[in-house]
């Protein structure tokens, strides 16, 4: 019997800085980093199933009609075609993280172009793919369909909608007003792993080879789907080549491949190629954001404002939450904040790379710069000036929140103190810009389960479906088990993505570390206890290190101890009463150099820097990897990456590596990160935050303040590519 | 991928005789493979020339270069020769595509590289170079890749070569093998065709007729040579706007002027009423801007891509001055 942690009371005993292992904050290697580099690390198209056929989707190529398929007998007839499929359960679209049961299904209609509305099986995948391309689909009495939010119905979203105060009278009466609309394009994650799936059956029960982040939802999702019970269901994702939040729920082929391989009687991989990716995934919503700023002569803010607009679908929830981070950044008595939700027929829009603030942050950050602009005031002091002392709207207290610290530190570090003046500095044809930004992210505890199994040869086994989609999810969780049991890391087995395992939170919103983490901690800390109880002895009074235990000035090997039992345990949390007593969320701030052309509008980042606080940090050299990977994406957005969408039928353009423009080494300089110590007793018993997005909430802005500073151009429409700057020199 | 047959060329006139029933020759396949996937292009047959005897680069009497049609990019680019006489020509290959796709890529098969339009490469959308009558998706479309000059009615395609851009500035000539045997040299600007009523045909080449050679001309002495190329990312993107330049001064006149542009038309574009312009006059912006002002003067944006007007000016000037500064001062 395992009872559930519920996170209700800060953990103010930091039992993990009382451990002497050495491994919890070290930057040590992910373990499973060579199988990766050697291509030993078997991806989910890659598994070698005996008898597998081939699928390969089929697209609708319009926003709008009934789908016909209109030589559906010649293409069955085609050679090595087992079959042509269109089955009712067939996905429109991915289901959103954490949905846990089917998004909308039915392949009879398109409501958007590029939807996945068949399935072609075959032999081989040569055969299945000209299969699928000579699929005529036809879509008869198909509308006139809004695929711009500038045309599209738009429902107002009243539960984001906040009024505190009294924001036109503070824009009146203030000694500065910002009232800017800003715009950012809608975003692809296009991991470099596309989205397959392998679907097996073994007589009612199906295993799912598959390329997802948060299984225990993924399985309820995919058993929705086919209209079979769960149990009936195994997913298996041991490894991820990356997801964004493109794989948070499950998406069409796993369906498709689940359906073709009942159909056809023998394992069926479906793998989607990298157009399918851009048209059939998620995208992030384009957003329409105007910030409002009303501030008194010394730069307090005494009012702000932030009005969105956003897209999805016909019939999805999900609306891009840009206002996240406003409700609590900031200071200012005055508060407005609405948000319109755009009904439009484009691909479905769901997580992508830090869903909210990715993007709000990102435009508050641009409008807070033209402030300063306006008050002739320090960027870095007008956010100084603007900490609120608690939460503005709830009232509640900060957990931990060390914002001024980054703010200062982050300064000193890059030589902000060093700053050009507006067009002020020039090497050749190059005009120098330095920018900053503040970082911002909630923080989440997420349920998670996690067995952990110490053995008397001293060694340890980790067990969950918890997933590592590149992020290190396999070192951190055999860090935490090896410092809190006394382990050398490579004495602790991490096994994942397995839905047979305890079932975790899942790799998503930045919770995946610290969650899973927690679980891990908890089974480990459970075994402690027992360890304590068979020595009777206190487990606070109990040194683990290297397999031995040492107490009451005797030292103990495990084989020791244990004689022949294994010890195992399960570690099971849930969030309390400190997710609602007090505010918890990361902090950081970025600081760019950029370079100018002035003939050719081109931006070239010089140089970057982060500094972030998150609660403990588990392994510096993943968590710096995920900020620079955050930058990274924060140099996409401020300078390349956009989905172009045809205007007519509202299809994705550019949907190809090649002129969907994520940043190449070319574009990435140096970039720098310093991570600030910190312990949040509020977030879980390890004192640890989210790390995973925090490096791209604001990380845009910095860049485009830059530019700002270079040239005297404020771009205010995402991505600043050179035409939007040259029209402005 | 449609079934296709292959068959691997011994000699070149073996592959033009291969090619005499129709056939399409496969080098790098950078941009062929890449197509056929997507059965944009669907060859019943490729004929495989890359074991023939074309990877050579040979001086020629006359001081110039001779470059085997399966010289690959990245050789080419990194031959001493063309470094030193010709550096337009590495900057300009150094320019594209990545380390990777250089190594595949040949001298050949780099002339020949499709657009990139990206409704040619959508069989959803209408294309009348993909298919001859279907329309132009792209005009009213995404256009921010496509052309302003030498467009037509039917197609608005760049040619997205950055090398053809350096090998028409350097009056470079093609040499080719009919299939009756016969063999032709040809200018850039007489081997590439405009779209027209007829965007579907790129070139003057006859089926069949294989590139042997691209012949570079003596170097040019007492000149400045760059290529410079505008992108929307440092690195792997086509060009938005490139410019290649061949300046010389001589008593703070300007003695030689070549330019060729990529990025605004269906070819490597190049005018000479600009060069003559400039011949024989002192260096001054408003030198520049009457240069662009004749290089522009036909120019028609379609919405997304309007931008690149201003851009190929403030680009052109902007090279011209780089080009004419250092020899001036």
């Known amino acids: 019997m395992t009872e559930v942690f519920k996170m209700d009371a800060p953990a103010t005993d930091r039992r993990l800085d009382d451990m002497v292992q050495g491994l919890v904050g070290a930057p040590l290697d992910r373990p499973e980093g060579p199988l990766k580099v050697t291509g030993q ?95 005529k689909v036809t879509l008869e009495n198909a509308e006139v369909v809004a695929v711009t939010s500038d045309t599209a119905a738009v429902e107002p979203q009243e539960s984001k909608t906040l009024d505190q105060g009294d924001l036109e009278t503070a824009m009146r009466e203030a000694a500065h007003t910002v009232d800017a609309t800003y715009t950012t394009p809608s975003h692809s994650s296009t991991p470099m792993e596309p989205h397959a799936s392998i679907a097996t059956w073994e007589g009612e029960d199906l295993i799912l080879r598959g390329s997802y982040q948060m299984l225990k939802y993924n399985r309820n999702e995919l058993a929705d789907s086919l209209g ?3 149990d009936r269901v195994r997913m298996l994702a041991p490894y991820v080549g990356g997801g964004f939040g493109s794989k948070l729920g499950i998406a069409p082929e796993a369906v498709a491949a689940a359906i073709a391989a009942r159909e056809v009687g023998r394992p069926v991989s479906v793998a989607l190629h990298r157009q399918q990716v851009y048209e059939a995934t998620m995208r992030r919503s384009d957003t329409r954001q105007r910030i409002r700023l009303a501030a008194d002569a010394e730069g307090r803010l005494i009012g702000l404002g932030h009005d969105a ?6 019939g999805e929830t999900f609306a891009e939450p840009v206002l996240q981070a406003s409700h609590f950044l900031y200071a200012g008595a005055n508060r407005k904040m609405s948000m319109d939700l755009a009904r439009v027929h484009r691909l479905c829009c769901g997580s992508v790379r830090a869903p909210g603030e990715a993007v709000g ?23 100084r000036r603007n900490i609120p002392d608690k939460d503005p709207e709830s009232g509640k207290p900060f957990s931990s929140r060390r914002f001024e610290d980054a703010l200062d530190s ?57 997933t590592d989609i590149g992020t290190g999810t396999y070192a951190i969780l055999g860090q935490i088990a090896g410092d809190m049991l006394g382990l050398p890391r490579d004495a602790v087995e991490v096994v994942l993505g397995d839905t047979s395992l305890p079932p975790a939170a899942g790799s998503g919103g930045s919770w995946g570390a610290s969650s899973s983490g927690t679980s891990v901690y908890l089974a480990c800390q459970a075994i402690r206890q027992q360890l304590a109880e068979r020595l009777e002895v206190s487990e606070n009074d109990l040194t683990l290190k290297d397999g031995r235990a040492t107490f009451d000035n005797q030292t103990r090997g495990l084989a020791d101890i244990l004689q022949n039992d294994e010890i195992v345990k399960l570690g099971h949390v849930e969030a309390g009463e400190t997710s609602e007593a007090v505010r918890q969320a990361t902090f950081g701030a970025y600081f760019a150099e950029v370079a100018v052309h002035a003939a050719t509008g081109e931006t070239r ?33 401020a300078l390349t990456e956009e989905l172009a969408f045809d205007p007519r039928d509202g299809h994705v353009a550019n949907h190809n590596l090649a002129e969907y423009h994520i940043p190449v080494n070319a574009d990435v300089p140096q970039l720098t990160v310093e991570l600030l110590e910190e312990r949040d007793d509020w977030a879980n018993p390890m004192q640890a935050k989210g790390i995973g997005e925090l490096g791209i909430c604001g990380a845009g802005a910095a860049i485009l303040n830059a530019i700002y500073n270079a040239t005297g151009v404020r771009v205010r429409d995402y991505p600043a590519t050179l035409d939007k700057v040259i029209a402005g020199m | 991928m449609r079934p296709f047959d292959y068959s691997r060329a011994s000699s070149t006139a073996d592959a033009a005789q291969q090619a005499a029933g129709g056939g399409t020759f496969i080098a790098g396949g950078t941009n062929l493979l890449d197509l056929m996937k997507l059965e944009v292009m669907a060859p019943d047959k490729l004929i495989d020339i890359n074991r023939l005897d074309l990877s050579q680069i040979e001086e020629t009497s006359d001081g110039g270069l001779r470059i085997g049609a399966l010289v690959s990019n990245s050789d080419l680019a990194n031959d001493t020769r063309v470094r030193r006489d010709w550096p337009v020509l590495s900057r300009a290959l150094l320019a594209g595509a990545s380390g990777q796709l250089r190594n595949k890529a040949t001298t050949g098969g780099n002339l020949l590289q499709r657009t990139r339009c990206l409704y040619f490469y959508d069989r959803a959308t209408p294309c009348n170079k993909r298919d001859p009558g279907s329309g132009c998706a792209a005009r009213e479309g995404f256009n921010r890749i496509l052309a302003v000059l030498g467009t037509s009615e039917h197609c608005i395609a760049t040619h997205p070569s950055d090398m053809a851009v350096a090998m028409r500035v350097l009056d470079a000539e093609v040499e080719t093998l009919k299939q009756d045997g016969e063999t032709r040299r040809l200018t850039l600007d007489a081997l590439y065709l405009l779209p027209g009523d007829h965007p579907e045909r790129e070139t003057v080449l006859e089926p069949g007729e294989l590139i042997t050679a691209v012949v570079l001309p003596a170097p040019i002495k007492d000149a400045q040579q760059t ?44 005018n000479a009423e600009v060069e003559e312009l400039l011949i024989g006059e002192t260096p001054s912006e408003t030198l520049f801007d009457k240069a662009a002002d004749i290089l522009l003067a036909e120019a028609q944006g379609y919405g997304a891509n309007d931008f690149k007007i201003p851009l190929a000016r403030r680009t052109l000037v902007s090279v011209l001055n780089e080009l004419t500064k250092e020899a001036s001062a």
């Open chain 1, 41 to 135: 690390a078997t991806y989910a198209n890659e598994w070698q199933v005996e008898n597998m056929a081939h699928g390969v989707m089929v697209r609708a190529p319009g926003p709008s009609g009934r789908v016909v398929l209109s030589n559906r007998d010649d293409v069955a007839a085609m050679p090595g075609v087992l079959a042509v499929i269109q089955d009712e359960r067939l996905l429109r679209n991915p289901a959103q993280g954490k949905a846990n049961e089917a998004p909308v299904q039915g392949p009879h209609h398109a409501a958007y172009m590029g939807q996945l509305i068949a399935v072609v099986v075959a032999e081989t995948f040569e055969q299945a793919r000209h299969a699928a391309q000579s699929v």
């Open chain 2, 227 to 270: 290529y410079r190329k505008v992108r929307d990312r440092a690195s792997y993107a086509f060009a938005l706007v490139s410019v290649a330049g061949i300046v010389g001064l001589k008593d703070g006149r300007i003695s030689h002027a070549d330019l060729a542009f990529g990025g605004l038309a269906p070819k490597p574009w190049r």
């Open chain 1, 361 to 383: 942050v990102t435009v508050f950050e641009s409008a807070m710069d033209e402030l300063a602009q306006q008050i002739g005031m320090d960027p870095v002091e007008l956010r």
């Open chain 1, 410 to 466: 982050g300064a000193k570090i890059f030589g902000w103190a060093d700053r050009p003046g507006v067009k002020e500095r020039r090497e050749g044809e190059w005009l120098i810009g330095y920018g900053m930004a503040s970082a911002a992210r909630v923080n989440v505890l997420m349920e998670s389960q996690a067995r952990v199994t110490l053995t008397p040869q001293g060694t340890a086994r980790v067990e969950t479906d918890m």
């Open chain 1, 228 to 230: 079979i019970h769960p």
């Open chain 1, 605 to 637: 980042v010089r140089r970057m820097h982060g500094t972030f606080a998150a609660g403990r940090i588990l392994n510096a050299k993943t968590a710096r990897s995920q900020c620079l990977g955050g930058m990274t994406f924060g140099i996409g957005m």
């Open chain 1, 309 to 314: 607009l956003v897209s999805n679908l016909p």
